[in-house]
């Protein structure tokens, strides 16, 4: 019998046993991720009865009257937030491009202490600030219980980060093009409209969705800073709606889950949409810096 065959399949053998098993750990995190995301959705189409009695399994008939229910309390909620992240990314992006390319493209003195006094307030906690930054924002009467008490910090803060991640992007980009570009007789809005904008969609994809995100999750400053119901963001209306601040009174499940499912969709289709580019973003960022 021939024993060198033998070895080869023993090593195989030895070698797949440890993948078997890191497999089986990462099926069974995956499976117990998606236990929340199931009884979201099962719960959002149950009415009270059915949720006392059959709690973790499917009910039939499914109530999908609890999601127009739902729409019907948070669908200004939702609304706000999106008018209110889409505005204030336009004025992140624009000061973060610009801010990226003046630190990755401009040869000016003290240009590396400025970018590093910059990124440095990064370190700084949110919530030191907080006090300081509400009593500011009070004493302009005209943006607290506004949307404008949630765009102008988005806009003041947001570009900190969004210089580090762009400035990291555009330094990479070849030089060769922007010289070619400025023999033709291009300045530098030209170049950044024309060259760097276009190839850095990816990047641009990854900032609009993790400033998105920060704002539609921001929960204790709009709920400090505005009053109206009509303004609020959808943070907020969660927490209203439950019933634990009784602004809105106690509500069923099936509604409030279903709340809860509306409330994602925007986040979800934004990734879908840009997941692609985030992605190669996250990556490209990722090996430049």
Do not use: C
Not at 105 to 115: A, G, I, K
Not at 139 to 144: D, E, P
Not at 168 to 189: K, N, Q, T, V, W
Not at 212 to 222: M, S
């Amino acid at each position: 019998m021939n024993t060198t065959s033998i070895k080869p399949r023993r090593i195989r053998q030895s070698w797949h046993r440890p993948q078997i098993v890191t497999h089986l750990v990462i099926i069974f995190l995956i499976l117990l991720s998606l236990v929340p995301i199931y009884l979201t959705l099962t719960i959002s189409m149950k009415t009270s009865l059915q949720y006392q009695h059959e709690r973790w399994s499917i009910s039939f008939p499914l109530r999908f009257s609890n999601y127009s229910a739902a729409w019907d309390i948070l669908g200004r909620y939702i609304l706000n937030t999106i008018a209110v992240g889409v505005i204030g990314f336009g004025g992140v992006l624009v000061l973060s491009v610009i801010g990226g390319y003046v630190f990755a493209r401009m040869r000016f003195p003290f240009r590396e202490q400025l970018y590093i006094a910059i990124i440095a307030l990064l370190m700084v906690p949110w919530v030191i600030s907080f006090v300081p930054a509400y009593m500011l924002y009070n004493s302009f009467k005209f943006v607290i219980n506004t949307w404008w008490a949630m765009i102008i910090p988005n806009v003041a803060a947001g570009p900190v980060f969004g210089i580090f991640l762009l400035r990291a992007f555009f330094a990479g980009i070849p030089e060769e093009l922007y010289e070619s570009a400025r023999i033709d007789g291009a300045g530098h809005m030209t170049l950044i409209w024309n060259i760097t904008l276009p190839l850095s969609l990816p990047i641009i994809a990854t900032l609009a969705i993790l400033n998105f995100l920060g704002t539609w999750n921001n929960f204790l400053w709009p709920l400090i800073t505005i009053n109206d119901q009509t303004k609020q963001m959808i943070s907020v209306g969660l927490y209203l709606i439950s019933g634990v601040s009784g602004g809105a009174g106690s509500m069923e499940f099936g509604p409030l889950f279903a709340g809860y499912v509306l409330s994602s969709v925007p986040l979800v289709i934004l990734f879908f949409a840009l997941g692609k580019f985030y992605v190669e973003g996250l990556i490209a960022s990722g090996l430049k810096v």
